[in-house]
């Protein structure tokens, strides 16, 4: 089945220690993204991918990047994770075929832990 | 984007029809109306999305308002595995604005009772 995975499922890092987070897809999809999660709340957009072209929220921090060096792979950098960073980091993907519906399909989400 | 306005929860007896709302009173003529469920611990599923009209597909239908200011999802019969939070979301198309995120608010979390 065509699908949204992403590795790992739970991580802890240290506090100031660099963190990658990856995602990749099956359903060559166009437009790739990254939302977190924290507790009780809704996910919020970080950035997206439309194609190559790399779109980063407003309200993103610094602290935050990401990578796409092909369709199928993104990558969510934490240069240093803060005890605020602990959150389900979800990855999407949709494809912007011009039809304008873009639903996006999300994958199961990476729970990351900062001791 | 639309603001929306969602119950923060329902319950609902397994095997019976769930109807969740949406309220969405300043919604635009080109902005449409998505529902995401997001199961505990698991990301974010579509399960349906319309503009105007009324949408059916194999997980639930729509049901929108003439004058679009509300809808109502409908799972026709829940089950307990339909045990949720469930976003409405109203956006316009990437189309006109180029904007594609999605933007969440705080959903109905729906309890699907044995």
């Known amino acids: 089945d065509a699908m949204v995975i992403q590795n790992p499922r739970y991580q802890v890092t240290q506090f100031g220690k660099p963190v990658t987070l990856s995602c990749s897809q099956t359903l060559n999809h166009n437009v790739m993204y990254w939302y977190q999660q924290k507790s009780s709340q809704a996910p919020k957009l970080l950035f997206h991918y439309y194609d190559k072209d790399f779109n980063n929220e407003a309200d993103t921090p610094d602290n935050f990047q990401s990578r796409r060096p092909n369709t199928s792979f993104c990558f969510l950098d934490i240069r240093s994770p803060g005890l605020g960073d602990a959150a389900m980091y979800l990855c999407?993907?949709?494809?912007?075929?011009?039809?304008?519906?873009?639903?996006?399909?999300f994958g199961p989400g990476t729970r990351l832990t900062v001791t | 984007d639309a603001k929306t306005t969602q119950p923060t929860s329902m319950d609902c007896a397994e095997g019976r029809a769930a109807n969740l709302p949406c309220n969405h009173s300043t919604i635009s003529g080109n902005e449409y109306v998505y529902w995401y469920r997001q199961i505990h611990s698991q990301g974010p599923q579509y399960i349906i999305h319309g503009l105007k009209n009324n949408e059916t597909n194999e997980m639930a239908s729509l049901i929108i308002t003439e004058d679009r200011k509300s809808s109502t999802l409908i799972l026709p019969h829940a089950t307990l595995r339909d045990t949720a939070v469930y976003y409405c979301i109203v956006r316009v198309s990437p189309l006109s604005t180029g904007r594609r995120a999605l933007t969440f608010g705080s959903g109905t979390r729906l309890q699907v009772q044995p």
């Open positions: 999407a993907t949709s494809r912007d075929s011009g039809q304008g519906s873009g639903e996006q399909y």
